[in-house]
């Protein structure tokens, strides 16, 4: 008898594969065309058979995808901690940094381009700047969970500030992190293929760019399938090190099922 977990899992991969089936039988039933809708069948064949020219361009957006996703998460732990642990950090930079957030980062990358020219710089920058904001958010919050009481009694025991920010306040802050970890790679993915469609040669946000232009649908969707399954890896790859790191925080899955 399978475990809960196994079902889990089989009704996952069972949901997954019916909407790709539904997906192919409407295309087919109603008859709409390659360009507006292609079927996955064709999705996978273009997988298949261009994966020779696709793959090198996979390699460029995830590399540029994870150098970003790294200086940003870098970047906002530090924010994070600063703002997290200090009242005047909060209220001076706080404000700047949701300002900044709101920015549309497409209005970005033609600076990013001016300051450094059309490449992977800019798509890294904007990965970078889009994944900073999260973590921070989730990094101060996490550091302002801990109650003020524990820290009078620490206080009281003989604990100097930094002794209570590294042995309470960061590890209770971990469930936080992890959590802005899995929303950042997906920005991070999103920043990447932006900056690619506006000023880079390489990537598959070039692939689909260039594709687009061609009326090539078909190819279009295939970059948006690697950019899904790409996405979905690192954020399991988020996941598994989160249990991993900060088990003894769980009482349930990402689902809400029981572990």
């Given at each position: 008898?399978?475990?809960?977990?196994?079902?889990?899992?089989?009704?996952?991969?069972?949901?997954?594969?019916?909407?790709?089936?539904?997906?192919?039988?409407?295309?087919?039933?109603?008859?709409?065309?390659?360009?507006?809708?292609?079927?996955?069948?064709?999705?996978?064949?273009?997988?298949?058979?261009?994966?020779?020219?696709?793959?090198?361009?996979?390699?460029?957006?995830?590399?540029?995808?994870?150098?970003?996703?790294?200086?940003?998460?870098?970047?906002?732990?530090?924010?994070?901690?600063?703002?997290?642990?200090?009242?005047?950090?909060?209220?001076?930079?706080?404000?700047?940094?949701?300002?900044?957030?709101?920015?549309?980062?497409?209005?970005?990358?033609?600076?990013?381009?001016?300051?450094?020219?059309?490449?992977?710089?800019?798509?890294?920058?904007?990965?970078?700047?889009?994944?900073?904001?999260?973590?921070?958010?989730?990094?101060?919050?996490?550091?302002?969970?801990?109650?003020?009481?524990?820290?009078?009694?620490?206080?009281?025991?003989?604990?100097?500030?930094?002794?209570?920010?590294?042995?309470?306040?960061?590890?209770?802050?971990?469930?936080?992190?992890?959590?802005?970890?899995?929303?950042?790679?997906?920005?991070?993915?999103?920043?990447?293929?932006?900056?690619?469609?506006?000023?880079?040669?390489?990537?598959?946000?070039?692939?689909?760019?260039?594709?687009?232009?061609?009326?090539?649908?078909?190819?279009?969707?295939?970059?948006?399938?690697?950019?899904?399954?790409?996405?979905?890896?690192?954020?399991a790859l988020s996941s598994l090190v989160e249990r991993r790191m900060t088990g003894w925080a769980q009482r349930k899955t990402d689902l809400g099922m029981a572990s």
């Amino acid at each position: 008898m399978l475990s809960p977990r196994a079902r889990q899992r089989l009704l996952s991969a069972s949901a997954l594969v019916g909407f790709f089936l539904l997906w192919e039988l409407a295309c087919v039933a109603t008859g709409v065309s390659d360009l507006i809708l292609p079927r996955p069948s064709q999705i996978l064949h273009v997988l298949v058979e261009k994966m020779p020219l696709l793959w090198p361009h996979t390699v460029q957006t995830l590399y540029t995808t994870l150098v970003g996703f790294a200086l940003g998460v870098a970047v906002g732990i530090l924010l994070g901690l600063l703002i997290g642990s200090s009242r005047t950090a909060y209220d001076v930079a706080y404000p700047l940094l949701v300002g900044f957030s709101s920015i549309p980062k497409v209005a970005v990358v033609p600076i990013f381009v001016v300051w450094f020219g059309a490449g992977t710089v800019p798509a890294i920058l904007t990965s970078l700047v889009i994944s900073i904001f999260p973590v921070v958010v989730n990094v101060a919050t996490g550091l302002a969970s801990t109650e003020p009481e524990l820290e009078d009694v620490l206080r009281v025991l003989g604990a100097k500030k930094r002794d209570i920010l590294w042995n309470v306040a960061l590890p209770r802050a971990l469930p936080y992190l992890f959590a802005s970890l899995k929303i950042a790679i997906t920005l991070a993915f999103v920043g990447t293929v932006l900056a690619e469609t506006v000023a880079a040669n390489k990537g598959i946000g070039t692939v689909m760019m260039l594709a687009s232009g061609n009326f090539d649908v078909p190819m279009v969707f295939a970059g948006l399938l690697i950019l899904a399954v790409l996405g979905v890896a690192l954020y399991a790859l988020s996941s598994l090190v989160e249990r991993r790191m900060t088990g003894w925080a769980q009482r349930k899955t990402d689902l809400g099922m029981a572990s």
